[in-house]
């Protein structure tokens, strides 16, 4: 009897790459995705550990999932990513139940440790402390037909005070360029249009090889690959991002004019307690120089509010900064303590009162530069790549999704002859603060009949399920 199996994602984009890899090896083993609406034979929880509520979120949900066990003896829970790594047993202490916990760097084990749990009846916790090969030999089963994740490397070597993915996924490893063309290459026969090149710190890619200009080279090849219409890349850190990088983004054709570039904060002093290497005004600098080489860019970033030490003054100079930095979406965060870091035990720790405040505070300014920045491109045509997932968002208005050149969610007037995967151009005629709205000028099928029908084929039922907000470090 073949057995379903779901698998939940947490946190960032390498964590939703390596959900792939996970339902890509369950799919090896014989597994099969669990229909919408039925309960799995197998649930896996891929987790993060950077904030305190995917914590309760991943202890709230196994949680629900007791009852439901006791009922079916032979179902399987299985708990990875950074939060297993960092807990290992605990988990086992709070769900008892839980079958199998295995880290982030052995996601090929899975299968067999849930093999060996139901033969030997017993839990089964295979954490490795550093990883021996890169997720990108493994089997996966990808999201999307057209758009793919490409690891670059892993593992951080920045030594911020708020965050243990370090501790948790190690020090930097970079693929070989070779390998990772290699494996983009292969995506595009594939049908693949659209690729996001994933790093911890994506564009300090080469520092184990020595070449501090290997991330502006590796973009400027992907330019090169016929049928690779969109590049994308995340995260960078502000203090290895460079000129070359900047002129590789604005000189090659397929690399999008947008940029996410976490800032953390607005306030020197607290950027020098998170321990962020940069001040604001490198930080501003860079940002006008992007902007100076790719006019049209659009400028996205994370900022954490209530880091300890956080004054009145020095949250204000964040909401300056925003001000300033013009950008299009902040992604923002709550600090938590996370145990382990430095931050942790650090004096001055903002109340949660202040810190809910100011979340909102910062969140209402943003909303207020984000409905300006869209509006402004009311009147601009853009070209969207028509999403499989966002889909219709009303269906009385019938509208379709998807993402412009630079990340913003469009609306457009639904044609018949507009299908996921196709580029359609638009004319923007109305912005809210989260997306635009506008009127189709002409759709672009991207690879014909064919290619429409291995999307809808290949897309079906993946059984990894996302909308969870990114964390990024």
């Avoid at 984009?13 to 014989?30: P, T």
Wanted: glycine share 8%; charged share 25%.
């Amino acid at each position: 009897m073949e057995r379903t199996y779901s698998v939940e994602t947490y946190g960032c984009q390498m964590n939703v790459h390596d959900s792939e890899r996970i339902a890509g090896l369950l799919d090896e083993a014989g597994y099969i995705p669990v229909k919408t609406g039925e309960q799995a034979d197998l649930v896996v929880f891929n987790t993060c550990a950077v904030r305190e509520n995917a914590d309760n979120k991943l202890y709230g949900n196994l949680s629900f999932l007791a009852p439901i066990k006791k009922l079916n003896p032979g179902m399987q829970i299985a708990v990875g990513g950074c939060l297993a790594q960092k807990d290992q047993s605990i988990i086992l202490k709070k769900a008892p139940y839980v079958d199998v916990v295995f880290g982030t760097h052995n996601v090929g084990s899975l299968p067999a440790l849930l093999e060996r749990a139901r033969i030997e009846e017993e839990a089964q916790i295979e954490i490795k402390e550093s990883l021996e090969h890169f997720p990108s030999t493994l089997p996966a089963r990808r999201l999307s037909a057209f758009s793919a994740w490409v690891s670059v490397s892993v593992g951080c070597n920045n030594t911020c005070t708020f965050c243990i993915v370090p501790t948790l996924r190690g020090i930097e490893k970079d693929r070989s360029e070779d390998d990772i063309l290699r494996e983009i290459h292969a995506l595009v026969d594939q049908g693949v249009i659209e690729i996001t090149l994933l790093g911890q710190n994506v564009n300090a890619y080469g520092v184990d090889f020595g070449d501090r200009q290997a991330f502006a080279k590796l973009l400027r090849k992907c330019g090169d690959i016929d049928g690779l219409e969109r590049v994308r890349f995340m995260s960078p850190h502000p203090r290895d991002f460079t000129d070359d990088v900047i002129e590789a983004m604005a000189q090659t054709r397929n690399v999008m004019p947008h940029l996410h570039m976490p800032l953390q904060s607005g306030s020197n002093q607290i950027l020098q307690s998170m321990r962020r290497s940069y001040r604001t005004d490198r930080y501003l600098n860079i940002l006008n120089n992007v902007r100076t080489a790719i006019p049209q860019a659009s400028i996205t970033t994370d900022i954490i509010v209530g880091f300890p030490g956080e004054s009145e003054s020095d949250f204000q100079a964040t909401l300056d900064l925003c001000t300033e930095a013009q950008f299009a979406a902040a992604y923002t965060y709550q600090y938590s303590i996370r145990p382990g870091t430095p931050a942790a035990t650090m004096p001055n720790q903002v109340s949660s009162e202040v810190v809910g405040q100011r979340y909102t505070r910062l969140h209402e300014h943003q909303q207020k530069i984000s409905l300006g920045v869209n509006k402004r491109a009311i009147g601009r045509e853009m070209r969207v790549l028509v999403g499989e997932y966002e889909g219709r968002r009303d269906g009385r208005e019938s509208r379709m999704t998807g993402k412009s050149e630079d990340f913003r969610l469009v609306h457009f007037a639904d044609s018949s002859s507009a299908r996921a995967g196709d580029f359609v151009d638009v004319r923007i005629t109305d912005a809210s603060a989260h997306y635009l709205i506008a009127d189709e000028i002409r759709t672009i099928a991207t690879r014909g009949g064919d290619a429409h029908e291995l999307r809808n084929r290949e897309v079906t039922s993946t059984g990894v399920s996302l909308g969870i907000p990114t964390v990024r470090a």
